[in-house]
Structure formats: structure tokens, C-alpha cells
């Protein structure tokens, strides 16, 4: 039986623990893929401390997290909870909610190009009236030219490809036992006390598990958008994202060792927000 | 307290027009094989399905287009339907707290639920810290708190162990005597019905086929079916001019004649003579099955006087004991 666990222990070790270590070690050195990696220590680190690109791509990814993530989970769970039933234009529904998680990233990202676009994209020629306004009087959002607008725009994207979500959500709401809802319908529990009392509390352990993977997932989720959509702009740094950071010091800057160490930086984030998150389910477990 | 009224009743899932009444203080057992309708009789009356035709009556409301919720009916599940999150207190409790009923009060009054059941000591556990006989009580005790007008309970004991559901049979019964209040409990097992009801409706095919006392039930079937069904093993059931009857019985063959194996007298001469095929030993009695004729015949004899397999002998019944019934339409004439 051991021996069947071999392949699985040599793809980890040279696709997963190998990279790791090799990005560890880089991390405190520089590196530029020609001359060999020269050491110096903590270097990396004292130089991101400094250096106003990261902390505006470190600030530019938490925000995005702490709003893509629930937004992402609430929108899964607020659909699933609406199409479970096997109901009139339900399976239509159902696809229509999937669909966008399965459309190749550069390909999600080309459309919202166009989706987007100022002048011809049909967001902003619904949202703009006859007078070019909308209808709160305002200009329509400068998705590719505001920074504030281009980071709405990229949580926008990465909400609507939450369609594997939504699939586990469907499914974990239909195991749910059809006589908890039954006997909530006896006591007159109504919609919200349902929703609360019942719904929420028996779908809480794949709810928990999909908010911690998103989370992991979520200085991923930005990087495409963030490279096709608006290229890390508006000017100067408006969507450049940690994953994009790493990105370009590392494949256009050959900086590996810096792009490691901020790597490493993300991956210390990453911890720590799913231990935090652990801890918080943990204490509501059954 | 209530009672419950069904007149004439017509529900999806087989219920084909039920008429049936329970007293307001009354416990009444349905019994019936699976598929009989009887859960969904159940379901019905907790407005769970909807009713095709025909009306609901709880008191003197018409309940028959009302949901749920406003009934004031508690149901115990087959599951027992606990929230694994919640404590056995919350549990017990949660009708209260969605009907938003004060906490203080709330919490005596769910206290004064779990006391009547007995299981006080558990209010702080969670379901899964809780035996298979505790989670019942449990889902009893969530049952009472809201004083409703009919208890349904639906089959709460098949989960249970032997022991334990001759306890709680037991328990339920004497429980319904001290809070009183119109039950109606669901069951398929024949002595569980026998023992708690005071009265039984035998269900098939999502119709009443008999409403009667458990005596009655017993002593009178009114039908073959209900005859065959309460009872184990089975009542004999031969045709009426047949090889086993009664001598002073006149042959008639539109007549079915039933008779319960403890009613079968063996080895008494002018009887019919018969083969022993198979003896089950069951403790202190043993059911002897025979062939007579090209009939069988299942006789329940002390296992000290039981005859050996392949034995010859002969099969016989007395006139008091025997049930008859018209051939034709199994109703009992």
C-alpha cells in the first residue's frame, strides 16, 4: 500500500516542496537567471520594507481580498440557496451561474476588455443615459482609467467566475435532510429564521472550508484581470496586485530573489489569514 | 385540548379518502404496512402536503388551507430531526425562540418540558453526545414544550433497540395520560399498536381499512387484511368448505374461515389429517407449519407438546374461535 503512495510523494516533493524551498532560499539572495544567485541575507526584505510599489501592491491585495471574498461566497451561496430546487428554468440557471468559471482566464479577461470599455463596452452604455450621464447624474465609472473604478472592475470579474462555489454549494444545500425543514415549517420558523437558524448553521462546515480556499486563492484570483484587463494600471499602480508584483520583478525585471522574498511575504500572509479564519470556525464547531 | 376531524380526505402520494376522528385526550395508533399512507396521513394533518379534497379539522378550526406553522401541531420525526448545532436545551427549544417567546420564559418552560420527559441532565449536550433512547426523548420533550393541539409522531421508536422500545412504548403511553392532549402516533409494528393505542386505524393502501380499540382489532377483524395483519405469525385464513374448520361449522364456500395459530387444536381424533412441514421453535412456544391437504396451516403450540417435522398429524379448530369472512370482498360477515 505504501508503495502506491510513491508517485503522489515524488510529484509533491519535486513540483511542490522543491520550488518552495528553492523560492525560501532565493528569497535571501539575487538572483538574475544568468550570473549565479550572490547572498545577502535578509537584504530582500529590508528593501520591500522600502519600496512603495509593494506596500501599494500589499494594500491593493488586501483590499481586494477582504471585499472579493465574502462578496464571492455571499453570491455563491445567495444563488445556490435560489436554484438547489429542480424547478422551472432551474438547470438553465444552474449553467448560467457555472458557466463563467469555466471560461479560460485570458479569454474571461479579453471580454471584460470589452465589457469594460469607456466608449463602445455595453456596461457603460447602459449605465449612461442620452445626456452621456447615469442616472445619478454622474459620469459612468472610468473602469480602465479611475483607480478606484479599475479595482471595483477586477472584484467585479473575479465574482462572477465563483460558478465551483456555487456547484459545491448546490450540492452541499441538497444533502441538507429534508425533515429539519419540515420541522422548522411546524414551529413557523419564517424565511430569515430558516436562513439563520437552520440553512446557515447545517451548510456551515463546506461554507467555512470554501471561505479559507478562497482566501488562499484570493492573491491568485487578481493576477490575470490585473495583466490583461487593466495591466496593473490605471498609472501608476492603481490594480498592481502582489501576484503581478512577483510577476514582473521577477519574468520582466529578473529579479528572482526579490520576487522571492515577496512571494514569501505572500505565502506568510496566506498563513496567517487562514489561521485566524481556522480559529474563528474552530471555536463555532459543532 | 382539541381533537382532530378528518373528513373525507384526498392527498397525492396515496391517501384515498379518509374519514377519521380523535379525541381530544385520545391516543390513536395507525398502523399499516410500508406504503400504506400512513406518514403521509401525517404529513397531511401537519399541513406538510397539501390536501386534494376534503377538510382538516383540529377543534373546531378548519385547518385544511392553513400552513404549518399555524396549526399548533408538533411532530416527532423518524430521525428525530435535532440540530446538530444546537444544545439539547436550544433544541428543545426552538419552536419558542422562532415564535419569539421571552428568553426567561422560554428557558422554564423548556425546562419544564425536559423535566416531564426526563432528560433534564442533557440540556447542555449536543445531539451527537446523545444515545439513540436520548435523542427520542429529546425530540419528545421539543415535541411538548409548545403545548400543541395534536402530537404526530412518526414511527419515533424504529430506531431504537428491542429493549429500549419496549420501555419507551411504555413511557409514551403513560406520558400521554399525564399531559393528555390528542396524539396520533405511526407505526408499522403490530404490538407497539396492541400495547399504546386506544384506539388503532389500520391503514392499506392510503385507506382506513379498520377503527377500532385494540380489542376490538384483535377479536374482530373486519377485514382479511386486517386479520392476517395483527397477529404473528398470521391468522390461518382457509376456504369455508375447506379441509380445517370447525365441525359444527355448515361448509359454505363463499365463506373465507380465519383462525390464529393458538387457536389450532393438533392429534384430536375425527380432525383432518395433516404433515408437519417446518417447526420454528421460538422459546417457550413453537409455530408449527403443516400441510393439509393442498392447504397450510400454521398452528402455535407449547414447544414441550410440539410434533417433529414429517410427522403425521391431526389438524383441527373449535367453533369459538374462528373468524369468517365473505370470500369475495374479505370483509367479515
Same mark, same amino acid.
Given at each position: 500500500m505504501?508503495?502506491?503512495?510513491?508517485?503522489?510523494l515524488?510529484?509533491?516533493?519535486?513540483?511542490v516542496f522543491?520550488?518552495?524551498?528553492?523560492?525560501?532560499?532565493?528569497?535571501?539572495?539575487?538572483?538574475?537567471?544568468?550570473?549565479?544567485p550572490?547572498?545577502?541575507?535578509?537584504?530582500?526584505?529590508?528593501?520591500?520594507?522600502?519600496?512603495?510599489?509593494?506596500?501599494?501592491?500589499?494594500?491593493?491585495s *488586501?483590499?481586494?481580498? $477582504?471585499?472579493? !471574498?465574502? &462578496?464571492? %461566497?455571499?453570491l455563491?451561496?445567495a @444563488?445556490? #440557496?435560489l +436554484?438547489?430546487?429542480?424547478?422551472?428554468?432551474?438547470?438553465?440557471?444552474t449553467?448560467?451561474?457555472?458557466?463563467?468559471?469555466?471560461?479560460?482566464?485570458?479569454?474571461?479577461?479579453?471580454?471584460w476588455?470589452?465589457?469594460?470599455?469607456?466608449l463602445?463596452?455595453?456596461?457603460n452604455?447602459?449605465?449612461?443615459?442620452?445626456d452621456?450621464?447615469?442616472?445619478?447624474g454622474r459620469?459612468?465609472?472610468?473602469?480602465?482609467?479611475?483607480?478606484?473604478?479599475?479595482?471595483?472592475?477586477?472584484?467585479?470579474m473575479?465574482?462572477?467566475?465563483?460558478?465551483?462555489?456555487?456547484?459545491?454549494l448546490?450540492?452541499?444545500?441538497r444533502?441538507?435532510p429534508g425533515?429539519?425543514?419540515?420541522?422548522?415549517?411546524?414551529?413557523?420558523?419564517?424565511g430569515?429564521?430558516?436562513?439563520?437558524?437552520?440553512? *446557515?448553521?447545517?451548510? $456551515?462546515?463546506? !461554507?467555512? &472550508?470554501? %471561505?479559507?480556499?478562497?482566501?488562499? @486563492?484570493? #492573491?491568485q +484570483?487578481?493576477?490575470?484581470?490585473?495583466?490583461?484587463?487593466?495591466?496593473?494600471?490605471?498609472?501608476?499602480?492603481?490594480?498592481?496586485?502582489?501576484?503581478?508584483?512577483v510577476y514582473?520583478?521577477?519574468?520582466e525585471?529578473?529579479?528572482?530573489?526579490?520576487a522571492?522574498?515577496a512571494?514569501?511575504?505572500?505565502?506568510?500572509l496566506?498563513v496567517?489569514?487562514?489561521?485566524?479564519?481556522?480559529?474563528?470556525?474552530?471555536?463555532?464547531?459543532l | 385540548?382539541a381533537?382532530?376531524?378528518?373528513?373525507?380526505?384526498?392527498?397525492?402520494?396515496?391517501?384515498?379518502?379518509v374519514?377519521?376522528?380523535?379525541?381530544?385526550?385520545?391516543?390513536?395508533?395507525?398502523?399499516?404496512?410500508?406504503g400504506?399512507?400512513?406518514?403521509?396521513?401525517?404529513r397531511?394533518?401537519?399541513?406538510?402536503?397539501?390536501v386534494?379534497?376534503?377538510?382538516?379539522?383540529?377543534?373546531?378550526?378548519?385547518?385544511?388551507r392553513?400552513?404549518?406553522?399555524?396549526?399548533?401541531?408538533?411532530?416527532?420525526?423518524?430521525?428525530?430531526?435535532?440540530?446538530?448545532?444546537?444544545?439539547?436545551?436550544?433544541?428543545?427549544?426552538?419552536?419558542?425562540?422562532?415564535?419569539?417567546v421571552?428568553?426567561?420564559e422560554?428557558?422554564?418552560r423548556?425546562?419544564?418540558?425536559?423535566?416531564?420527559?426526563?432528560?433534564?441532565?442533557?440540556?447542555?449536550?449536543?445531539?451527537?453526545?446523545?444515545?439513540?433512547?436520548e435523542?427520542?426523548?429529546?425530540?419528545?420533550?421539543?415535541?411538548?414544550?409548545?403545548?400543541?393541539?395534536?402530537?404526530?409522531?412518526?414511527e419515533?421508536?424504529?430506531?431504537?433497540?428491542?429493549?429500549?422500545?419496549?420501555?419507551?412504548?411504555?413511557?409514551?403511553?403513560?406520558?400521554?395520560r399525564?399531559?393528555?392532549?390528542t396524539?396520533v402516533?405511526?407505526t408499522?409494528?403490530?404490538?407497539?399498536?396492541?400495547?399504546?393505542?386506544?384506539?388503532?386505524?389500520?391503514?392499506?393502501?392510503?385507506l382506513?381499512?379498520q377503527?377500532?380499540?385494540?380489542?376490538k382489532?384483535?377479536?374482530e377483524?373486519?377485514?382479511?387484511?386486517?386479520?392476517?395483519?395483527?397477529g404473528s405469525?398470521?391468522?390461518?385464513?382457509?376456504?369455508?368448505?375447506g379441509?380445517?374448520?370447525?365441525?359444527?361449522l355448515?361448509?359454505?364456500?363463499?365463506?373465507?374461515?380465519?383462525?390464529?395459530?393458538?387457536?389450532?387444536?393438533?392429534?384430536?381424533?375425527?380432525d383432518?389429517l395433516?404433515?408437519?412441514?417446518?417447526?420454528?421453535?421460538?422459546?417457550e412456544?413453537?409455530?408449527?407449519?403443516?400441510?393439509?391437504?393442498?392447504?397450510?396451516?400454521?398452528?402455535?403450540?407449547?414447544?414441550?407438546?410440539?410434533?417433529h417435522?414429517?410427522?403425521?398429524?391431526?389438524?383441527?379448530?373449535?367453533?369459538?374461535?374462528?373468524h369468517?369472512?365473505?370470500?369475495?370482498?374479505g370483509?367479515?360477515?
Amino acid at each position: 500500500m505504501k508503495k502506491l503512495l510513491l508517485p503522489y510523494l515524488i510529484g509533491l516533493v519535486a513540483l511542490v516542496f522543491l520550488p518552495f524551498g528553492v523560492t525560501f532560499a532565493l528569497a535571501f539572495t539575487e538572483y538574475d537567471l544568468i550570473n549565479p544567485p550572490v547572498w545577502l541575507g535578509t537584504g530582500n526584505f529590508a528593501e520591500l520594507w522600502g519600496d512603495g510599489i509593494f506596500r501599494t501592491a500589499l494594500k491593493n491585495s *488586501l483590499v481586494f481580498a $477582504a471585499i472579493a !471574498v465574502p &462578496l464571492r %461566497l455571499i453570491l455563491a451561496l445567495a @444563488l445556490a #440557496l435560489l +436554484l438547489h430546487r429542480r424547478a422551472f428554468l432551474g438547470g438553465t440557471g444552474t449553467t448560467v451561474a457555472a458557466l463563467p468559471a469555466a471560461i479560460p482566464e485570458i479569454a474571461y479577461g479579453l471580454l471584460w476588455l470589452w465589457l469594460f470599455n469607456p466608449l463602445y463596452g455595453p456596461i457603460n452604455q447602459f449605465l449612461a443615459g442620452s445626456d452621456g450621464l447615469t442616472v445619478f447624474g454622474r459620469t459612468p465609472p472610468g473602469w480602465l482609467t479611475l483607480p478606484n473604478d479599475a479595482r471595483a472592475g477586477i472584484i467585479i470579474m473575479s465574482v462572477f467566475t465563483m460558478g465551483e462555489m456555487f456547484v459545491i454549494l448546490v450540492a452541499a444545500r441538497r444533502a441538507l435532510p429534508g425533515d429539519a425543514y419540515e420541522l422548522a415549517a411546524i414551529e413557523d420558523a419564517t424565511g430569515w429564521d430558516i436562513f439563520r437558524r437552520v440553512t *446557515l448553521p447545517l451548510m $456551515a462546515a463546506p !461554507v467555512g &472550508l470554501l %471561505l479559507v480556499r478562497d482566501t488562499i @486563492l484570493s #492573491l491568485q +484570483l487578481s493576477f490575470t484581470p490585473a495583466l490583461v484587463v487593466t495591466n496593473g494600471g490605471p498609472p501608476p499602480y492603481a490594480t498592481t496586485y502582489l501576484s503581478l508584483f512577483v510577476y514582473r520583478n521577477a519574468f520582466e525585471y529578473l529579479r528572482y530573489g526579490y520576487a522571492a522574498a515577496a512571494t514569501v511575504i505572500m505565502l506568510l500572509l496566506t498563513v496567517a489569514a487562514v489561521a485566524v479564519q481556522w480559529r474563528l470556525l474552530s471555536s463555532r464547531r459543532l | 385540548m382539541a381533537g382532530l376531524k378528518l373528513d373525507r380526505v384526498h392527498a397525492a402520494f396515496g391517501i384515498n379518502g379518509v374519514d377519521l376522528s380523535v379525541g381530544e385526550d385520545e391516543l390513536l395508533v395507525v398502523l399499516g404496512p410500508s406504503g400504506a399512507g400512513k406518514t403521509t396521513l401525517l404529513r397531511v394533518v401537519a399541513g406538510l402536503l397539501p390536501v386534494a379534497s376534503g377538510t382538516v379539522h383540529i377543534g373546531d378550526r378548519d385547518v385544511t388551507r392553513l400552513r404549518p406553522g399555524l396549526r399548533n401541531v408538533s411532530m416527532v420525526f423518524q430521525s428525530y430531526a435535532l440540530f446538530p448545532h444546537l444544545t439539547v436545551a436550544d433544541n428543545i427549544a426552538f419552536g419558542l425562540i422562532v415564535k419569539d417567546v421571552p428568553k426567561a420564559e422560554a428557558r422554564e418552560r423548556t425546562a419544564k418540558a425536559a423535566a416531564t420527559i426526563g432528560c433534564e441532565h442533557l440540556l447542555d449536550r449536543k445531539p451527537f453526545q446523545l444515545s439513540g433512547g436520548e435523542r427520542q426523548r429529546v425530540a419528545l420533550a421539543r415535541a411538548l414544550v409548545r403545548e400543541p393541539d395534536v402530537f404526530l409522531l412518526d414511527e419515533p421508536m424504529s430506531n431504537l433497540d428491542l429493549e429500549l422500545r419496549v420501555e419507551t412504548r411504555a413511557e409514551i403511553k403513560a406520558l400521554h395520560r399525564r399531559v393528555g392532549g390528542t396524539m396520533v402516533h405511526v407505526t408499522h409494528d403490530q404490538t407497539e399498536a396492541l400495547v399504546m393505542g386506544d384506539r388503532i386505524a389500520v391503514m392499506r393502501d392510503g385507506l382506513l381499512e379498520q377503527l377500532g380499540t385494540p380489542e376490538k382489532i384483535w377479536n374482530e377483524p373486519a377485514t382479511t387484511f386486517v386479520a392476517r395483519f395483527v397477529g404473528s405469525p398470521a391468522m390461518n385464513l382457509l376456504p369455508g368448505d375447506g379441509p380445517v374448520r370447525p365441525p359444527d361449522l355448515f361448509p359454505e364456500p363463499a365463506w373465507l374461515i380465519g383462525f390464529r395459530p393458538e387457536a389450532v387444536v393438533l392429534g384430536q381424533a375425527g380432525d383432518p389429517l395433516g404433515s408437519v412441514t417446518r417447526v420454528d421453535v421460538v422459546g417457550e412456544d413453537s409455530y408449527v407449519y403443516l400441510s393439509v391437504g393442498e392447504h397450510s396451516v400454521v398452528a402455535r403450540v407449547p414447544t414441550a407438546q410440539r410434533p417433529h417435522a414429517g410427522a403425521a398429524i391431526r389438524v383441527g379448530v373449535r367453533r369459538p374461535s374462528v373468524h369468517l369472512f365473505d370470500a369475495a370482498t374479505g370483509r367479515r360477515t
